[in-house]
């Protein structure tokens, strides 16, 4: 049975759709059958991965207007063992359509169950607010995986996320858990990465990833190609630190991180 891991955090421009398509390509690339649902109107993960939205026939907005099924929807990538669940601006219109819908909040789960015997790992992409699409990420996941830029403000978006999983805990999925948390757009250099770093593994301990994901030309580049970094330039930083990352998943799964 996949591990479904909603890739989430309430603040902006944190790292969580480049977390998401690279660590799902690199697991994929150590030949684990992976898919990746992108549940954000923006629909980043899925041109982010090579998908044309505009070519879309339909996508995840289909199954919340209960006009399609999963399987109609899953769409192959240029990696072997990677397929997405892609995502267009129409998913803006689910949010209004949900608000009257009865067991709104466990659409995606349904959604996923039937397919999730064939992965290994199945990432969902989160918008980044509390809406229903949030929601209903989180309550189909098993863990959140927390991507935290190294600035000031760090520490107060993922006080707003841990308010937000005890809600979800409370009210629909009692198991959800914390994944791990990552910190994205680390400088070595400076002074406020690093105490920033120090002050996530003094509150969360074991909980924060040994890998940390540098500013990196490359990460921010490969999208705008349509590929996941690894595909773009193997060799560079932001490529070898989210191939780590796909191992110390693997590793945690595994019982030998």
């Known amino acids: ?15 969580k759709t480049t977390t998401a398509i690279n660590v799902a390509a690199s697991l994929a690339a150590a030949e684990k059958n992976v898919l990746l649902i992108d549940t954000d109107p923006q629909g ?12 879309l026939s339909a996508s995840l907005y289909d199954i919340y207007r209960g006009t399609g099924k999963i399987d109609e929807i899953i769409q192959k990538t240029n990696l072997d063992h990677l397929d997405v669940v892609p995502s267009t601006i129409d998913l803006i219109g689910a949010e209004l359509e949900l608000i009257s819908k009865e067991g709104r909040e466990d659409i995606l789960r349904q959604a996923i169950d039937p397919v999730r015997s064939r992965y290994d790992y199945i990432f969902i992409d989160c ?20 991507p935290v830029q190294c600035e000031y ?3 107060e978006g993922i006080t707003a996320l ?16 914390i994944e791990g948390i990552l910190v994205t757009m680390f400088d070595v250099r400076n002074t406020l990465s690093n105490q920033v770093a120090a002050e996530l593994r ?26 996941p970094v690894i595909l773009y ?12 990352l796909a191992k110390e998943v693997m590793d945690n799964e595994n019982g030998t991180g």
Request: aromatic content about 4%; hydrophobic content about 40%.
């Open 202 to 227: 003094q509150h969360f301990g074991e909980k924060v990833y040994k890998t940390v994901i540098p500013r990196n030309v490359t990460l921010a580049e490969a999208p705008s190609h349509g590929k």
């Open 127 to 146: 918008p980044p607010s509390l809406s229903l699409l949030t929601i209903n990420a989180l309550v189909a996941a098993e863990s959140l995986l927390v």
């Open 233 to 244: 330039d193997v060799s560079s930083k932001g490529a070898q630190s989210y191939m780590a």
């Open 162 to 177: 841990i308010k937000t999983l005890n809600l979800v805990r409370e009210s629909f999925n009692p198991s959800l858990d």
């Open 1 to 15: 049975m996949g591990k479904v891991i909603a890739i989430a955090n309430q603040k902006g421009g944190v790292g």
């Open 44 to 55: 980043n993960s899925t041109s982010g991965i090579g998908i044309e939205r505009s070519g």
């Open 153 to 155: 403000y760090a520490l």
